[in-house]
């Protein structure tokens, strides 16, 4: 059996208009995901464009000063169709959840969204790192652009520096969350100019990550958009980690569990097993 699927996004994600929760559910049935949680963005980082163009499926608004912000969470829209997958997938465990982008800057409404959609999964992530236009530098405040824009300020190395900065505060903080989203974010968006990633340049700051996030309590990701580094896992257990989830990130059904095997092995190969039910965490051997 396939571990649980833990980050999965639906209709009701601002980035994901291929979603269908009901076609995701049918889909889990049909390959053997025992259970699966929809885990839609809450966003409430603005990014800055600088004339850099949006995809089209983007649901949101760029407003007087060109920063882009997702659409809003529709909850109860949400849950009411949660509950009618849960009627017609009666096999199927399905969990609500929310993806939340950087929440520990976001206290007050983050506690809010939690508060009023009893979500089950909350995932923690890193989408954003300061912008470094001096446009941005000259507002006064600390302003944000998307981790892949990035690339166009930084040196790649220092953009994966900085995500891995944040992520660890993020880790230190009290914001609510049980799991670390994707810890590897920006190599999705790695320059292949920049050549293969250099791991011995990274490792300080990726076990600085891993170690907040252990001491936190709090469980790693192991997100199949990209294949995770097995140095990574193996690094997590070292920091103490104690547990995994498995999540596909998948924005449309046929994505729902992608590269779930070889990640089970990875897992096993690094000193975590399968709990004791499908719909537990990974834990150490
Ligand atoms: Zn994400
Ligand atoms: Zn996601």
């Given at each position: 059996m396939l571990p649980a699927d833990g980050h999965v996004h639906s209709?009701?994600?601002?980035?994901?208009?291929?979603?269908d929760m009901r076609a995701t559910c049918a889909r889990a049935v049909e390959v053997g995901v025992p259970a699966l949680a929809f885990t839609e963005h809450v966003d409430l980082t603005r990014w800055n464009l600088h004339g850099q163009p949006l995809p089209e499926r983007y649901s949101g608004h760029v407003d007087d000063h060109g920063a882009f912000l997702g659409d809003a969470l529709q909850v109860e829209a949400y849950l009411e169709e949660v509950e009618r997958c849960r009627e017609a997938f009666p096999g199927l465990r399905i969990w609500s959840g929310l993806e939340l982008s950087e929440p520990h800057w976001h206290p007050d409404p983050v506690a809010e969204l939690v508060r009023a959609t009893c979500a089950e999964r909350l995932v923690g992530s890193v989408h954003a790192l300061p912008d470094l236009h001096p446009d941005a530098a000259a507002s006064g405040r600390v302003e944000h652009v998307e981790t892949g824009h990035g690339y166009d300020q930084r040196h790649p190395v220092d953009v994966v520096r900085a995500y891995l900065t944040e992520v660890a505060a993020l880790a230190a903080?009290?914001?609510?969350?049980?799991v670390l989203a994707h810890?590897?974010?920006p190599l999705r968006t790695w320059?292949?100019?920049?050549?293969?990633?250099p791991w011995e340049a990274l490792e300080d700051d990726v076990r600085t990550a891993l170690s907040a996030l252990a001491t936190s309590g709090r469980a790693l990701e192991l997100n199949t958009r990209l294949p995770l580094e097995g140095r990574v896992l193996r690094w997590w257990h070292e920091a103490g980690g104690d547990a995994v989830a498995f999540g596909?990130?998948?924005?449309?059904?046929?994505?729902?569990?992608?590269g779930f095997r070889d990640a089970a092995a990875l897992a096993e190969a690094c000193g975590f097993r399968p709990g004791a039910t499908p719909f537990e965490l990974w834990g150490r051997a």
């Open positions: 209709q009701f994600s601002w980035d994901a208009p291929a979603g903080s009290d914001a609510p969350f049980a810890i590897d974010y320059p292949a100019s920049a050549g293969p990633i596909s990130d998948a924005h449309h059904p046929e994505a729902l569990a992608h």
